[in-house]
């Protein structure tokens, strides 16, 4: 299941960074595929796409460091459901 996610992430991303490479290791701050404007729309497509919620807690940048990290977060709030 990961891989979907992991699929409609990076998609997500190349959409905003036309010609940029973008694979599970890619940096999703320090490789700046976003600024902070840029991952607020993104929890929120995330959030609408998967039928999930992020809680405040969660929104710290280790969860989200990578496209993979972030898969996988999106994974396990998938599987609580």
């Known amino acids: 299941m990961e891989d979907q996610v992991k699929r409609w992430l990076i998609q997500w991303l190349q959409r905003r ?3 940029v490479e973008i694979s599970g290791d890619s940096k999703i701050y320090d490789d700046q595929l976003v600024d902070s404007f840029g991952i607020l729309e993104l929890l929120q497509d995330a959030e609408q796409h998967f039928s ?18 972030f898969a996988g977060m999106i994974d396990k709030k998938k599987l609580k459901k």
């Open 17 to 19: 960074n036309p010609g």
């Open 52 to 69: 999930i919620s992020f809680r405040d807690q969660e929104l710290r940048q280790k969860f989200f460091r990578t496209v993979d990290d």
